[in-house]
């Protein structure tokens, strides 16, 4: 199936308000009121709990076969937690995580 302009620009629009209201939702809701509890601990603790799943389902097709089956992600997962707790900045420690593990798939361990 081939989307016209005008669909593609639909879905990205529906897309972006969806987005967009995921973010404010909880503004809305706790606007003027005390943020409960459970709120508060889903808060603190979630953000580790989605990294540890996303860490899990990156590495879950690691192979100790051959060196290219398991040195590219190793090396770049340890390059993307280097940067986060050199810079903390997620958006580098992301970005140059995937930089590096492209570059080695691609060009060392071809």
Do not use: D, N
């Amino acid at each position: 199936m081939v989307l016209t302009t005008a669909q593609s620009i639909s879905i990205i629009a529906v897309c972006a308000l969806c987005t967009l209201f995921e973010r404010a939702f909880p503004f809305l809701i706790f606007r003027g009121k005390e943020v409960p509890e459970i709120v508060r601990y889903l808060g603190r603790v979630l953000p580790m709990a989605i990294m540890a799943t996303l860490v899990m389902y990156c590495l879950k097709g690691i192979t100790f076969s051959s060196l290219a089956g398991f040195a590219p992600m190793l090396i770049a997962s340890a390059v993307t937690a280097l940067l986060h707790l050199w810079k903390r900045s997620t958006m580098l420690s992301i970005c140059g995580g995937t930089i590096c593990y492209m570059v080695l798939i691609q060009m060392v361990f071809v």
